[in-house]
Every structure is written in structure tokens, then in C-alpha cells.
Nanobody, 124 residues
Framework: VQLQACGGGLVQSGGSLRLSCAASGLTFRSYYMGWFRQVPGEERTFVAAIHRGSAGSKYADSVKGRFTISRDNAKNMVYLQMNTLGPEDTAIYYC??????????????????WGQGTLVTVSS
């Protein structure tokens, strides 16, 4: 199984980025997909998750209204559109796949597979 995240970079405060994650080696439509982020020296935290058939999504309070998660099951892709970015959003962003239950997708322990991470840096 491979999850390949990309789309990170340097952006000014108030700007936008779109992260993409390509999945292979798994039955993509059978997995909930999530995005987490981690600042070096800190714990990995939940950002967003999307249901298998895009029937629902969850967001961390800190990103609600600014970030949107989406997926394309035909292309085995999951996306994270990030708008109105601020310095507090600076982190390494990871995509992940979960075969657990929907109620647990905000927890990193619910995820079976992880991508390698993509760095997002927001300058003030």
C-alpha cells in the first residue's frame, strides 16, 4: 500500500493550497480517508476525514470553514483544499487510510496506512 501526498509548499498568510494524496495497493473506496498534521516536536493532530462514499466529513475545529476534504474514488485520490491559511497551519501534513469505524476517524490510531507527509509553511 502506498499513499503519496503532494501539494505542500510556502504560502503567505491568507493564501490557499490544495494537497493531494494518491493511493495505491488498496481498495480505496473501502477506506475512510483522513488528513493529519504534525509540527516537529509535537503530536500528530487530526485535520479532516471523509467517509468512504463521500457521504460525510469531519473537521478539526481549528480548520472548520477554511479547509475542505474531498475524494475521487475513480482516481484513488483524496484532496485537502486549504484556504485562509495562517502561520498556525504550518506543519507536515499526512494523508491516511482507515478501515476502522467512522466514529473513530479523528484518532490517529484508527488508521492503517500513512503517507510520507508534505510540508506546508505559511509565512506571516
Amino acid at each position: 500500500v502506498q499513499l503519496q501526498a503532494c501539494g505542500g509548499g510556502l504560502v503567505q498568510s491568507g493564501g490557499s493550497l490544495r494537497l493531494s494524496c494518491a493511493a495505491s495497493g488498496l481498495t480505496f473506496r473501502s477506506y475512510y480517508m483522513g488528513w493529519f498534521r504534525q509540527v516537529p516536536g509535537e503530536e500528530r493532530t487530526f485535520v479532516a476525514a471523509i467517509h468512504r462514499g463521500s457521504a460525510g466529513s469531519k473537521y478539526a475545529d481549528s480548520v472548520k470553514g477554511r479547509f475542505t476534504i474531498s475524494r475521487d474514488n475513480a482516481k484513488n485520490m483524496v484532496y485537502l483544499q486549504m484556504n485562509t491559511l495562517g502561520p498556525e497551519d504550518t506543519a507536515i501534513y499526512y494523508c491516511a487510510a482507515s478501515s476502522s469505524v467512522w466514529s473513530q476517524v479523528t484518532f490517529s490510531s484508527a488508521y492503517n496506512y500513512w503517507g510520507q507527509g508534505t510540508l506546508v509553511t505559511v509565512s506571516s
